[in-house]
């Protein structure tokens, strides 16, 4: 009896991996945004050419997605698909580790594959394309199932997984993880004082001891020094944050309403708990109780980080996760009518899922193109197929033929230019398309990307960029942009770091620039 249960399980968790794989496989084709998009494509690849970030390229965030993506080039090869199957097979490990949290908390099968359904549709196809934000919040999310199994299971290990998953986050983008960081570490320590369990804390510093190892053994063996981790990972960053918190506005619509259908399901989940405390003093002390902190504290740790930063909203995969609990939390309570309060949180988490799979999945919010008629993709079929299976459209032209004669005007130069070059621009898969170093300086490149100009590292950075044109032997620098590159942009880019006498410029077209390099006192080496 159990082997036929266990093989249709089998068989459910197969078609649930598989369906989340192929949403996430299937949206994430359809549109571009290039500097989203396309964030960690040519950063994949040039760490097989034999580039670091920090050490090669200039990073405001995490190296850990670089580094992934390197790793599903090498076995998949250098193409598009091989960069989908990195964020698919992510979006069926969260599908199918939720499914084992909810089935672990005994809710009823039939809820648990709706659940796990909702959060395959919510979770990584909001973006589709591998994205540090939702890496960041994802590797937390595994820290705190780890936390939750930890409770459920007793077993202490699972704070080792845990914290060992928090640094995967914080490396792969510092904030959301450092919220989840703080968090869970506090929730740590309660749980010590709570059970009188020392060993938790002695695995949850464990874990971290062993990604601190295994970090520190892969830069040594990659040639990164860690002054400049230290640098261009924790104060660069720090010193654009600060700003970011003094000058946002806190408002009913970006605390309460944006993040309504999350708030509903979490708010009746802490009533449901505070009643359970109501009636029984010693409840703090419960597994329960502990489930309840773990799941709460991550949930405001993500809307804290939505609240901050700048980039369109992702978390709705809260939604069915928080759904899933709130049901755990109605069956242990003595309610009337628990059948109802279900169904309306699951319709509630049905109708908030098709809502936001419309806004983020066919529409493609997320990446700027909500507004942008699909219809009008191209296949692109060039550059030997490389990009198979991507409908090509982006929110900069209305006609995608027009940027795509752009892409291989610039990939028929750049291959006929035989000398050492670098490649500055939002279209970050060209050194992967010719398969050869460009030496870009930085890993993107908008307003808080490096140092600016009267800036507290901005210093650092010119020596940097100096240093990459000079050890590389630069002869020509090239610019592409989507939009028409005006004398601000170019200033922002190269001419505030390295005087405009020290190059020729070529106007190719446009959005094209070609800078070749002269002698002159900046680039003596």
Same mark, same amino acid.
């Given at each position: 009896m159990n082997k036929k249960i266990n093989n249709k399980e089998l068989y459910y968790l197969s078609l649930l991996s598989i369906f989340a794989f192929a949403i996430n496989f299937y949206v994430a084709s359809n549109g571009v945004y290039p500097v989203d998009t396309f964030i960690h494509y040519d950063n994949g690849y040039r760490i097989l050419l034999g580039d670091n970030p920090i050490k090669d390229y200039w990073i405001v965030h995490g190296l850990v997605i670089d580094y992934i993506q390197a790793i599903f080039f090498y076995i998949f090869g250098n193409n598009w698909n091989s960069y989908l199957i990195h964020s698919s097979v992510f979006n069926a490990l969260i599908t199918i580790f939720s499914y084992h949290i909810l089935k672990k908390l005994k809710i009823e099968y039939k809820y648990v594959i709706l659940i796990a359904i909702s959060i395959s549709l919510l979770a990584y196809p909001v973006s589709g394309s591998p994205f540090l934000d939702l890496h960041s919040s994802f590797f937390s999310l595994f820290a705190f199932y780890f936390?939750?199994?930890?409770?459920?299971?007793?077993k202490n290990y699972m704070w080792g997984l845990a914290s060992f998953f928090l640094c995967l986050a914080f490396f792969s983008k510092q904030v959301p993880a450092a919220y989840s960081i703080v968090c869970l570490s506090l929730l740590n320590l309660f749980f010590v004082f709570n059970t009188r369990n020392v060993k938790i804390f002695f695995y949850y510093i464990a874990g971290v001891l062993v990604f601190l190892?295994?970090?520190?053994? =892969?830069?040594?063996?990659?040639?990164?020094?860690?002054?400049e981790v230290i640098l261009q990972i924790f104060l660069f960053p720090q010193s654009i944050?600060?700003?970011r918190y003094s000058t946002y506005l806190l408002e009913f619509k970006n605390t309460i309403l944006d993040y309504k259908f999350i708030h509903l399901p979490l708010f009746a989940i802490v009533i449901i708990n505070i009643l359970f405390l109501k009636r029984n003093k010693l409840y703090y002390k419960s597994s329960n109780f502990k489930i309840f902190l773990i799941i709460t504290f991550f949930t405001l740790s993500s809307i804290f980080h939505q =609240?901050?930063?700048?980039n369109q909203i992702y978390i709705f995969f809260l939604i069915p996760i928080l759904t899933g609990l709130l049901i755990h939390f109605v069956n242990l309570s003595d309610l009337k009518r628990k059948d109802i309060i279900t169904y309306i949180f699951l319709i509630l988490c049905f109708f908030s899922t098709i809502k936001y799979y419309e806004r983020f999945n066919l529409d493609r919010k997320f990446h700027e193109l909500a507004n942008v008629n699909k219809d009008n993709s191209i296949k692109l079929n060039l550059f030997n197929n490389k990009f198979k299976n991507l409908n090509w459209i982006s929110p900069y032209f209305e006609n995608p033929n027009e940027e795509i004669e752009n892409i291989r005007i610039l990939y028929e130069i750049l291959k006929k230019d035989k000398t050492n070059k670098m490649l500055i621009s939002e279209y970050n898969f060209f050194s992967s398309l010719l398969e050869e170093k460009l030496h870009s300086p930085s890993r993107t490149y908008d307003s808080i990307s490096f140092p600016k100009k009267n800036t507290k590292y901005f210093i650092k950075y010119k020596t940097f960029f100096l240093e990459k044109i000079l050890s590389n032997k630069i002869k020509n620098i090239y610019i592409f942009e989507p939009k028409i590159i005006d004398k601000n942009r170019i200033n922002h880019l190269i001419?505030?770091?390295?005087?405009?006498d020290c190059f020729e410029i070529d106007n190719i077209n446009l959005l094209i620039k070609r800078l070749k390099i002269k002698k002159c006192k900046d680039l003596r080496s």
């Open positions: 936390a939750i199994l930890s409770v459920l299971k007793k190892f295994l970090f520190f053994l =892969i830069l040594n063996l990659r040639g990164i020094k860690i002054e944050g600060i700003d =609240i901050y930063t700048k001419f505030d770091y390295i005087s405009e």
